[in-house]
């Protein structure tokens, strides 16, 4: 049994006591491949060097929303070169995040076209943040050519036969209907720890209905604890709960949640299968 974790925060972890036996762990779990996300710039070139000196572990670089206020076309330059490391397999997280009253949605839009912009020249996978922006999200990257069949005949097809946009809603939180207009154009769907929750009727429709092939999952460690660990700190080792969780939702097995969701990461991002 492998798992994918499509999105954990890894270096958020590395100055923590516990940090070594946190390796170990997910050394010795069914965890076999997780994604380290930047939201900066130091956080990026963090991710990179945990993809070097990790087996399990790549890389994906990017300003997150917040995180766009002031940076500079340098700056960007500076992430395009991080993003040429073989270790890197995918721009973000980026995207729009409305959900603060402080927020300068003209700057992040700015940002978020400019990034998706670069993820294109470089021919790489896109990874997106989008709370209570979907309107805007959806329309900036169709805008952008992220769905475009000059972008997705660069990749190869899904099992379905259909295009692939490389383009993923990490932790998505939106309906069941925007759900399959994203799978529509050929972008992926990741669910994170609050499918798990209680409140969780939307992240439950989307589970039940969606495409198991558009289907990634995800802990956004540390953030977004999955039951029964809420709570307390989250771990990329969680994530089998999550998949536990939709297992029980769709009526599949457990194994074949995880099968195919780790299947689906390694075509997104591009990575091969390792040997059973
Ligand atoms: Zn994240």
Excluded at 181 to 195: D, K, N
Aim: net charge negative; with cysteine; proline share 5%.
């Amino acid at each position: 049994m492998m798992l994918f974790d499509s999105h954990c925060h890894l270096s958020d972890f590395k100055n923590d006591d516990d940090f070594e036996s946190l390796i170990e762990e997910i050394r010795a779990s069914e965890l076999r491949y997780l994604m380290d996300i930047g939201t900066n710039l130091e956080s990026s070139r963090s991710c990179v060097e945990m993809a070097h000196r990790y087996d399990f572990c790549y890389a994906a670089v990017g300003f997150y929303p917040s995180e766009t206020y002031d940076i500079t076309d340098a700056d960007l330059e500076e992430l395009r070169k991080l993003a040429r490391d073989p270790r890197v397999v995918a721009i973000g997280e980026i995207g729009l995040d409305y959900h603060y009253e402080d927020t300068d949605r003209e700057k992040q839009q700015y940002w978020f076209a400019r990034q998706i912009n670069m993820a294109i020249e470089e021919g790489l996978p896109i990874a997106i943040h989008s709370r209570e922006a979907d309107g805007d999200t959806l329309r900036i990257l169709g805008e952008c050519g992220a769905f475009s069949p000059e972008r997705t005949s660069r990749f190869p097809k899904r099992p379905d036969g259909r295009p692939d946009a490389r383009v993923l809603l990490h932790c998505y939180s939106g309906s069941a209907q925007l759900a399959r207009t994203y799978q529509m154009l050929g972008a992926s769907i990741s669910l994170a720890g609050p499918v798990t929750f209680k409140n969780a009727r939307r992240s439950v429709e989307v589970a039940e209905s969606i495409d198991i092939r558009n289907l990634l999952i995800e802990t956004d460690a540390p953030f977004l604890t999955p039951v029964p660990f809420r709570g307390t700190r989250n771990k990329p080792t969680y994530v089998r709960y999550t998949a536990e969780k939709i297992a029980e939702i769709r009526g599949n097995s457990y194994e074949y949640v995880a099968e195919q969701t780790f299947i689906n990461a390694c075509r997104f991002y591009g990575i091969e299968e390792p040997a059973r």
